[in-house]
T-cell receptor
Framework: DSGVTQTPKHLITATGQRVTLRCSPRSGDLSVYWYQQSLDQGLQFLIQYYNGEERAKGNILERFSAQQFPDLHSELNLSSLELGDSALYFC????????????FGPGTRLTVL | GIQVEQSPPDLILQEGANSTLRCNFSDSVNNLQWFHQNPWGQLINLFYIPSGTKQNGRLSATTVATERYSLLYISSSQTTDSGVYFCAVEPRAAGNKLTFGGGTRVLVKP
């Protein structure tokens, strides 16, 4: 158990819908990262927050957004969902925003029908 | 951006065999991690190893940062070692985000 929690574990929804994925980092970790794992793109970095502020951005679509709250949990919002958004979404956390081990949560498996 | 290549892409082992997985990366890195993704999809941290050698039970890893590669050794493999092994690096020029290799899919047969 990495100490990072993600909810829900599974999500099935329809095209055009909006969903919110939730992540709670390990106790004491200030940085939260979001990654997407799809069959065609592999594991890709989406976005990082550090202590409530956006720190780095990767290949995140404009339809996707994220935020980190004062209690350090984070949410990833996916809107206008398309079939191609079906993927495993991972959250990771680390103590600092700089160099260090990232610990991954169990993931949320999103299926868009 | 940085390129991360893992080899071999697939590996079939008989239980008890030893194996070596390789990760090559194209630029200097601050961080290198090895992960095991189990059949349920969970990513499990194996090593944080930007340089040097580490061992954890039957697994060990070596990173030669100056030559831009890392090796993961699995000794006396067990069926529970099956899954996909990923190498991920944090480029020095663009910190904070891990770039993953394509993975090595390992199947250990009893």
């Amino acid at each position: 158990d990495s100490g990072v929690t993600q909810t829900p574990k599974h999500l099935i929804t329809a095209t055009g819908q909006r969903v919110t994925l939730r992540c709670s980092p390990r106790s004491g970790d200030l940085s939260v990262y979001w990654y997407q794992q799809s069959l065609d793109q592999g594991l890709q970095f989406l976005i990082q927050y550090y202590n409530g502020e956006e720190r780095a951005k990767g290949n995140i679509l404009e339809r996707f957004s994220a935020q980190q709250f004062p209690d350090l949990h984070s949410e990833l919002n996916l809107s206008s969902l398309e079939l191609g958004d079906s993927a495993l979404y991972f959250c990771a956390s680390s103590v600092e925003g700089e160099v260090g081990t990232q610990y991954f949560g169990p993931g949320t498996r999103l299926t868009v029908l | 951006g940085i390129q991360v290549e893992q080899s071999p892409p697939d590996l079939i082992l008989q239980e008890g065999a030893n194996s070596t997985l390789r990760c090559n990366f194209s630029d200097s890195v601050n961080n290198l991690q090895w992960f095991h993704q189990n059949p349920w999809g969970q990513l499990i941290n194996l090593f944080y190893i930007p340089s040097g050698t580490k061992q954890n039970g039957r697994l060990s890893a070596t990173t030669v940062a100056t030559e831009r590669y890392s090796l993961l050794y699995i000794s006396s493999s067990q069926t529970t070692d099956s899954g996909v092994y990923f190498c991920a690096v944090e480029p020095r020029a663009a910190g904070n985000k891990l770039t993953f290799g394509g993975g090595t899919r390992v199947l250990v047969k009893p």
